[in-house]
């Protein structure tokens, strides 16, 4: 396979579906991969008529994680490079996550099979999970002699509380689609054969309201764990004053006024 297609991304009625496509390494995520999925999110970030975004996996595998080939070609640079070399590699994981993470539109990630390591923390960066029932989470990082780097340890205490998330990085431990319903991990299971199509429609219902409101309520949302009330009082104070200006606002203000004009009128 070249270069050119380890990013699939595909658009249709405002929903995105990207696609990471390297299925016989189940989708492990190597230099070249990362590069197009920066360039896909961003797309996708920039694109007003894209509403929101789908993430997947080709064939069996939703992500293996980080690719190993790298990691040797990594410990095999002169001792004095390794970990500036780490640290700027770890610029462009921290990159992309957090443009998945902060996109101002609803993600979803559809989990089709192993979701490992970078791979789970990247279906944690997306809003929601619907993960078929073939899909199974491990944050297996300690099996490697290392610690989530993709957001794991920001995302599954805040999905699964604090303690639950110890376990499942201490332990790598595989969790599977029923479990991960169970803890919070997931937020819906569909069949294999429906998941895309499912989390599509979900996407789809998820991003029909004002885009403006979407954007301004996810940016106050995702740090709400870390503000006071006060500073979240203070930035919706200021998102609400942006909302007043939108078109969709006004749009959909006038049109419930005509509609309650019209609904006295036909009362008298």
């Known amino acids: 396979m070249t270069t050119a297609n380890l990013i699939e991304l595909e658009v249709a009625d405002g929903v995105a579906t990207l696609w990471l496509n390297r299925p016989e390494k189940r ?18 970030t920039n694109d ?5 975004l789908v993430l997947t996996g080709r064939g069996k595998g ?9 990691m040797e070609r990594r410990m095999q640079a ?32 559809a989990v089709n099979g192993a979701a490992s390591g970078l791979g789970a923390d990247t ?51 595989k969790v599977d689609a029923e479990e991960a319903l169970r803890l919070g991990i997931a937020d819906r299971k569909a069949d294999a054969g429906s998941l895309v199509a499912d989390a599509q429609r979900w996407a789809g219902e998820l991003s029909q309201g004002s885009a403006t409101a979407l ?26 004053g942006i909302c007043y200006t939108s ?16 609904n006295n009128g036909g009362t008298k």
């Open 247 to 262: 078109t969709q606002h006004r749009e959909s203000v006038m049109a419930f006024l005509a509609r309650s004009a019209e």
């Open 48 to 52: 007003n008529g894209i509403r929101a």
């Open 215 to 240: 954007a301004l309520g996810k940016t106050i949302l995702n740090q709400t764990f870390e503000l006071s009330a006060h500073q979240v009082f203070a930035q919706g104070s200021q998102a609400q």
């Open 123 to 173: 279906a944690l960066a997306c809003d929601f999970i619907v993960a078929s029932d073939a899909a199974s989470f491990t944050w297996s990082y300690i099996h490697r002699g290392l610690i989530p780097d993709g957001g794991g340890m920001y995302f599954l205490p805040r999905r699964v509380g604090l303690a639950r998330a110890k376990e499942l990085i201490f332990s790598g431990r």
């Open 27 to 44: 989708n492990a995520m190597s230099d070249d991969m990362r590069t197009q999925f920066i360039a896909a999110l961003e797309r996708v």
């Open 78 to 109: 002169p001792a004095g490079e390794v970990g500036f070399n780490g640290w700027a590699r770890q610029q462009r994981v921290h990159h992309t996550q957090t443009l998945l993470h902060t996109m101002p539109k609803p993600t979803i990630a």
């Open 62 to 70: 939703f992500c293996a994680g980080g690719d190993v080939a790298g």
